[in-house]
C-alpha cells in the first residue's frame, strides 16, 4: 500500500499541471465562445523562450521565466489582434475559427521546430532540481511543487478579478452578448486583447514549468492542448473553478487508472472520461 500516497501525489501534481493549461482556456473560452487551438502551442513558446535566453544569452531562469510568460502573452495577443479580430469584423463562423486556429497552430509549432529543431531540450533550475519534498509519503519536486502553489494562486485572483472588479464584470458583459456590451459602452476589442494576452500568459507560465519538470519538444502543445480542453469540459467550460477541478479530478482518474495497468492508457482514460461527460454532462460538473 506504500504505492498510494505516490499516486495521490502524482495525481496532484498532474492536476496541476492541467489546471495551469485549463485556466488560460477557460478564460479566453468564456470571453469569446470558441476554442483556440493556439493555446497549447503559446505554452511551448513560453518554455522555448525560456530555454533560449538560458542557453543563448546566459540569463539565469528567474528573469528568463518572466520574460517568457510575457512573450507567451504577447504572441496570443497579437494572434488576437492580427487573426481574430479580423475573423469577429467578417462575422465569421465558429468552424471558421476553428480552422483558423489550427493553422496558427500548425505554422507556430513548424516555426518552434526550424529554430530549435525536433530534438528534446531540458530546462533547469540549477541546485534546486534535486531538492525533492516528502509529503505524507509522497514525492515531489521543487518544480512540482511551484506548479502547484501557481494553479491555486492564479485560480483565486482571477475569481476575484472576475467577481470583483471592472474588468471581470465587462469581460462578463461580452460573454453574455458582445454586441450589447458594444452598446453600452464596452471597448470589447479591447477587452478581447486583455483576455488573450492573460490567457496565454497563464499557458506560458505552464509550459517553462512543464519545461523544467519534464523537458520541451515542438509538439508537446498539442498533448497540453488537449489535456487542458478535457479538464475544462469535465470541471465545466468557461468557469475558473471548474477548469481547476476538472484537471484535478482527471489526474487522479488518469494516475489511478493505470495503477494496476500500463501507462500507456492513460490518454485512453482520459478520453474515456470526456466521453462519458459529453454524454451524460456535456455542460460539466460546475455550470458556467
Not at 471558421?96 to 525536433?118: D, K, N, R
Amino acid at each position: 500500500m506504500d504505492i498510494i500516497p505516490q499516486l495521490v501525489a502524482n495525481s496532484i501534481i498532474a492536476g496541476a499541471f492541467y489546471a495551469l493549461i485549463a485556466l488560460g482556456f477557460n478564460l479566453i473560452y468564456g470571453t469569446t465562445k470558441f476554442f483556440n487551438l493556439t493555446h497549447g502551442v503559446i505554452a511551448a513558446i513560453g518554455g522555448y523562450t525560456v530555454f533560449f535566453l538560458t542557453t543563448t544569452f546566459g540569463w539565469n531562469i528567474y528573469a528568463s521565466a518572466v520574460v517568457g510568460v510575457f512573450v507567451a502573452g504577447l504572441v496570443g495577443y497579437l494572434l488576437e489582434k492580427s487573426l481574430y479580430k479580423q475573423l469577429r469584423k467578417r462575422k465569421a463562423s465558429q468552424m471558421v475559427f476553428l480552422v483558423a486556429s489550427l493553422g496558427a497552430f500548425t505554422a507556430l509549432q513548424a516555426v518552434i521546430a526550424i529554430i530549435f529543431s525536433s530534438q528534446f531540450q531540458t530546462l533547469s533550475i540549477g541546485s534546486w532540481d534535486l531538492q525533492t519534498f516528502n509529503i505524507f509519503g509522497g514525492i515531489i519536486t521543487v518544480v512540482q511543487l511551484v506548479t502547484l502553489v501557481s494553479a491555486i494562486v492564479i485560480m483565486i485572483v482571477l475569481g476575484i478579478v472576475m467577481r470583483w472588479t471592472m474588468f471581470g464584470k465587462a469581460v462578463e458583459a461580452i460573454s453574455d452578448e458582445e454586441e450589447v456590451a458594444k452598446v453600452v459602452g464596452i471597448h470589447t476589442n479591447k477587452i478581447i486583447g486583455r483576455v488573450f494576452f492573460i490567457g496565454s500568459a497563464i499557458a506560458g507560465l505552464a509550459g517553462i514549468l512543464i519545461g523544467l519538470d519534464t523537458g520541451l519538444e515542438p509538439t508537446m502543445g498539442m498533448g497540453l492542448l488537449l489535456k487542458g480542453v478535457i479538464a475544462s469540459i469535465i470541471g465545466g467550460i468557461g468557469n475558473v473553478y471548474g477548469g481547476v477541478l476538472g484537471a484535478f479530478l482527471l489526474g487522479f482518474i488518469e494516475n489511478f487508472g493505470i495503477w494496476k495497468i500500463s501507462g500507456e492508457w492513460k490518454d485512453a482514460i482520459a478520453f474515456g472520461v470526456l466521453i462519458i461527460f459529453l454524454l451524460f454532462r456535456p455542460q460539466g460538473i460546475l455550470r458556467k
